[in-house]
T-cell receptor, first 111, second 114 residues
Framework: GAGVSQSPSNKVTEKGKDVELRCDPI?????LYWYRQSLGQGLEFLIY????????KSGLPSDRFSAERTGGSVSTLTIQRTQQEDSAVYLC?????????FGPGTRLLVL | AQSVSQHNHHVILSEAASLELGCNYS??????LFWYVQYPGQHLQLLLK??????LVKGIKGFEAEFIKSKFSFNLRKPSVQWSDTAEYFC????????????FGTGTRLTIIP
């Protein structure tokens, strides 16, 4: 069956611009997670959705980061006023609990 | 908060050698344990998982891991590695509370020399 998909696969943006990253979870998975993978920080949790609500946002690094999920399916991670330190691979995972299945990620480069 | 340690940052082995990658976690409660693998240019894939029961779990591609509760360890093993095992390996843990975020180790890069 189809796995977790993410788009775009690569994104290059200029410092100060806003970006939106999209995640399509595996059909039927109610839990959805965003993580960030960067050289200096490894794999870090950002936010968790159960259905359309986000009971755990503890990993969002600043108020420039936000995320939403609609229809219990697609999720969008938005980064406003991007900074060079936001450059990383942003990973999405979905889960029927407790195992999480990861998408291919979006590689973000902020120039 | 839980944490995960992977002490081997880069391991280089010849084909057919045996492999053991260390993973230790810190959390006093019940946990679920995972090993994920990331092959070059590919996304994270689940290698194996432990929830409860037999502490020796077997995963894909001949990998296995043993949960030793007294040592807070979940080491990954393979008796004979292949060149295709070249990848980065991540140990991860989450609390056994239903849907919980994963805490990852820093990863171990495994290079197999043909």
């Amino acid at each position: 069956g189809a796995g977790v998909s993410q788009s775009p696969s690569n994104k290059v943006t200029e410092k100060g611009k806003d970006v939106e990253l999209r995640c399509d979870p595996i059909s039927g998975h109610t839990a959805l997670y965003w993580y960030r993978q960067s050289l200096g920080q490894g794999l870090e949790f950002l936010i968790y959705f159960q259905g359309n609500s986000a009971p755990d946002k503890s990993g969002l690094p600043s108020d420039r980061f936000s995320a939403e999920r609609t229809g219990g399916s697609v999720s969008t991670l938005t980064i406003q006023r991007t900074q060079q330190e936001d450059s990383a691979v942003y990973l999405c995972a979905s889960s029927p609990s407790p195992t999480q299945y990861f998408g291919p990620g979006t590689r973000l480069l902020v120039l | 908060a839980q944490s995960v340690s992977q002490h081997n940052h880069h391991v280089i082995l010849s084909e057919a050698a045996s492999l053991e990658l260390g993973c230790n976690y810190s959390y006093g409660g019940t946990v679920n344990l995972f090993w994920y693998v990331q092959y070059p240019g590919q996304h994270l894939q689940l290698l194996l998982k432990y929830f409860s029961g037999d502490p020796l779990v077997k995963g894909i591609k001949g990998f296995e891991a043993e949960f030793i509760k007294s040592k807070f360890s979940f080491n990954l093993r393979k008796p004979s590695v292949q060149w295709s095992d070249t990848a980065e390996y991540f140990c991860a843990v989450n609390r056994d509370f239903g849907n919980e975020k994963l805490t990852f180790g820093t990863g171990t890069r495994l290079t197999i020399i043909p």
